[in-house]
């Protein structure tokens, strides 16, 4: 109990500090808060009503988003395949598949948006650089997903086609494949999903897609035109979602 | 010609278990014969089959198999792989994959690297899965897929698939465990039928002392990791049968143990 209510105690003071730290270290004055208020509605205002002549640039940047998320995710697939391999516990030796899980996990630790920006400074703007990152992105998630379906096979197949004199490849390709199909599969398609739903906003590092043209208009005060692509990106993170929705059921 | 099986001073214990599973066993089995393990559970059937299959590292003793040593350190060439052939306890069966994949599965060590990797049997390959599946009255589950089968059609595929690998040694753990008593019999009048065809050894496990000397030319009990008998089938006595089973019925629950 002791120990318990020291360490309530000690987190308290923690959480405290770390505000009042914040709150000193940065701009935030007082005055300037009170203000952001009005100046945020203001803001919105000048954003109604939405300008819809730009419907043309939705379509293009859309349709761009959506390239970047497809080939972004077949990277993704392809790097993956092999580096499920050697991230699973089932196919190599333990500090094989140690060292790359590491390697995955600090590619998942890199923020999308990092990714990008890094990408526009090596290959310039444009989707090139958002497809890269994407598949880079990604494939810290995938592959890991793949090597747990390739660890949650069960090896009694395995070990009976072993028996039967089967090599490596033919206990891949006969015991394991059949069993990994439905779960990479489903794990493939939810990756894509999230690719799509992040790739939106790629453009505004200028790596591609509709996200640019949030950014485009916003620099050059078209906040009405701004509204509407923003609208259409909401439109399509819901549709995505519902997509998803009825995905899993059919996964379920 | 070589014994099928031999063996001698075996013992083995399971890693990280410090009781033996077979202790000091010996045994000679001639080519052709076919032999039945009785014994009661955790007696260690199913741990000498699978070191008999070649899967099992670390034991000691020797042991031989259609005239291969067998190498406590490392698993039996690729190449002989094939001529054993197991019909496991529990089927290992790849529960997506249809029937005649399953029984298909069985010839892969028989295929050349290429087509194994491609699953393209040759026609020989189809034929022999085809009469396997036929011989164990399932040619009509030929492209049901296994999860959805019965326990019993599951065990025929498990058969059908070791019958297909056309092996020299049949080693079967408990092939009809999951069959009525009718099933039981006409299984392993078939697998027994099959071996005697082929000239094959067959091994089978089972815990039906009638059915072991219905089928069976010799019959050997295990108990607590040791050989207790190993008698022609026609001087096995009820009471020895008897002793297999009693000797351990006051020790329930794990590590069941004979107190020989
Ligand atoms: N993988 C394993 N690890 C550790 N101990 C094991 C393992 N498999 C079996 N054993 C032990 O080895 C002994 C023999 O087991 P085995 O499976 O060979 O018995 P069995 O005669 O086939 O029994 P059953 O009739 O129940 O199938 C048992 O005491 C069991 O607990
Ligand atoms: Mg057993």
Not at chain 2, 104 to 111: D, P, V
């Amino acid at each position: 109990m002791r120990f318990r209510g020291f360490g309530g105690f000690a987190a308290s003071t923690l959480v405290a500090g770390a505000i009042l730290w914040s709150f000193m270290t940065t701009d935030v004055e007082f005055s300037r808060l009170l203000s952001a208020g009005p100046r945020i509605a203001e803001f919105l205002g000048r954003m109604f009503p939405p300008d819809p002549t730009v419907m043309r640039e939705i379509m293009k940047g859309g349709a761009e988003t959506l390239r970047i998320a497809i080939l972004g995710s077949l990277g993704a697939v392809v790097l993956s395949a092999p580096l499920g391999i050697l991230a699973s516990e089932t196919m190599v030796s333990p500090p094989l598949y140690r060292t790359v899980r590491t390697l995955l996990a600090f590619i998942r630790a890199i923020p999308l948006i990092l990714v990008a920006m890094l990408m526009v400074g090596a290959v310039g703007l444009g989707p090139l650089p958002g497809i890269i990152a994407v598949a880079f992105h990604a494939t810290g998630m995938l592959a890991k997903f793949y090597a747990e379906a390739i660890d949650g096979v069960s090896r009694a197949p395995i070990a009976a086609l072993e028996s039967a004199g089967a090599g490596p490849l033919a206990r891949l390709r006969h015991a394991i494949w059949p069993q990994m199909a439905p779960v990479i599969a489903r794990d493939t398609i939810f990756r894509f999903e999230l690719n799509l739903r992040e790739s939106l906003i790629l453009g505004i590092v200028g790596a591609g897609g509709i996200g640019f043209y949030i950014q485009t208009y916003v620099r050059s005060f078209q906040y009405d035109k701004a509204a509407s692509v923003t609208l259409a990106v909401i439109v399509m993170v819901v549709a995505i979602e519902a997509i998803n929705v009825a995905l899993r059921r059919r996964f379920a | 010609m070589s014994p099928a099986v031999q063996i001698d001073d075996l013992s083995f214990a399971h890693p990280g278990s410090d009781l033996p599973a077979l202790e000091r066993i010996s045994l000679l089995v001639p080519p052709g014969e076919s032999i039945a393990l009785l014994g009661p559970s955790g007696a260690g059937k199913t741990t000498l089959l699978a070191l008999l299959d070649g899967r099992l590292r670390g034991w000691q003793g020797r042991t031989s198999v259609l005239g291969a040593s067998l190498d406590p350190d490392r698993p039996p060439l690729r190449a002989r792989r094939p001529d054993t052939g197991f019909v496991f306890q529990e089927f290992a069966l790849v529960e997506r994959s249809t029937v005649l994949r399953n029984v298909l599965n069985g010839r892969l060590g028989r295929m050349s690297p290429l087509r194994a990797l491609m699953g393209s049997p040759t026609s020989h390959d189809l034929e022999t899965a085809l009469a396997a599946l036929a011989d164990c009255g399932i040619a009509d589950l030929a492209e049901r897929r296994v999860d959805s089968l019965s326990g019993g059609q599951r065990q025929r595929v498990a058969i059908a698939r070791c019958l297909a690998q056309e092996p020299r040694l049949i080693l079967a753990d408990e092939p009809v465990s999951s069959l009525d008593p009718a099933r039981a019999a006409e299984i392993l009048t078939l697998l027994t039928g099959a071996a005697r065809a082929r000239g094959a050894t067959a091994m089978f496990s089972s815990h039906q002392p009638d059915l072991a000397r219905r089928f069976a030319q010799r019959i050997v009990g295990i108990s607590g990791g040791r050989i207790v008998f190993d008698v022609p089938t026609s001087d096995l006595s009820e009471e020895a049968t008897a002793n297999l089973y009693r000797d351990t019925e006051r020790m329930p629950g794990v590590g069941l143990r004979a107190v020989s």
